[in-house]
């Protein structure tokens, strides 16, 4: 994918963002010298931050074709990144060509390689948008233009919570949503879990991300659970990230990498 030629309205060149920084974990070509300096500093703490993105995205992909096979065809994509290889309208659409999909961010950036990718493409659309703002989101004219809301759709938040601290109650923005979504509606999430005993580099990232304007929130087991509060687990409930219905028999076992072990995904439904 080619960079845009001039920078969105509302990008700040002199802070990373979080989008950008995990585009450049990822491989991608959309990210700013200030970005691309947070992202080294981060992996020299941890080396093994981009495998757990891109297990991240490999949860992604497994949830989205997982849902695709239980007759879900409306997908909103929350904390949706940059369009990268392998975006839910990509692996939805190859399985069910009518699959629809909101991608919602509030970076400018992603935002707007959203439209640039997805120009020409009907079942999609894109809203710049804080999460924080279900009404907003919610009563968005793109999203209202490619998902019903009475019929069932999946709310993806995967590796957004940790982004919001819990003096914006997490629970209650997700509530929203959900009161929102048709019965048989699904949230996947995943997100960094606060280890029994953090490693000191864990802290060390902690801090990074606090120094940039975005600190990170890790949660617990029984934090996590309660963020999926109304929702039913689908098997097997919530788990570390490689571990939702892997399919690589040779991914590690749990437990054999803290970092992996430690971001912890799950997949519920709305009875
Ligand atoms: C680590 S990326 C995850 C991207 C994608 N969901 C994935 O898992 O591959 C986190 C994304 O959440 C977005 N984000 C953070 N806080 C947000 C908020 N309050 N509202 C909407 N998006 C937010 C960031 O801009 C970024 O694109």
């Keep these: 994918m080619e960079p845009l030629a001039a920078s969105p309205d509302g990008v700040d060149l002199d802070r990373p963002s979080a989008a950008r920084v995990y585009d450049y974990y990822l491989g991608g070509s959309h990210n700013y010298a200030v970005d691309r300096e947070m992202a080294r500093q981060i992996v020299r703490l941890m080396p093994n931050v981009p495998r757990v993105a891109r297990a991240n995205r490999a949860f992604l992909r497994r949830v989205v074709e997982h849902l695709v096979a239980a007759g879900v065809r409306q997908f909103l994509d929350i904390g949706s990144g940059i369009p990268t290889a392998g975006s839910v309208h990509e692996i939805a659409q190859r399985l069910a060509p009518d699959s629809r999909v909101a991608y919602v961010d509030v970076d400018p950036v992603a935002a707007a390689y959203g439209r640039t990718v997805l120009v020409g493409n009907p079942h999609v659309g894109v809203v710049q948008e804080d999460l924080r703002r279900p009404d907003r989101v919610l009563s968005d004219p793109d999203l209202l233009r490619v998902l019903h809301l009475d019929q069932p759709v999946a709310i993806l938040m995967l590796s957004l919570l940790h982004f919001v601290p819990a003096s914006d109650d997490p629970a209650g923005v997700i509530a929203h949503y959900r009161d929102a979504v048709a ?46 509060r109304g929702f039913e687990l689908m098997e097997p409930g919530l788990v570390a990230v490689h571990l939702w219905r892997p399919e690589d028999v040779g991914e590690p076992a749990d437990g054999s990498d803290d970092i992996l072990s430690g971001f912890r995904a799950a997949v519920g439904r709305k009875p």
């Design 183 to 228: 019965s048989g509606s699904y949230l996947a999430i995943s997100h960094v879990g606060l280890l029994p005993r953090p490693p000191v580099e864990g802290e060390r990232i902690l801090t990074v991300y606090e120094q940039v304007g975005t600190p990170l929130t890790p949660r617990t087991e029984a934090e996590l659970t309660a963020l999926l």
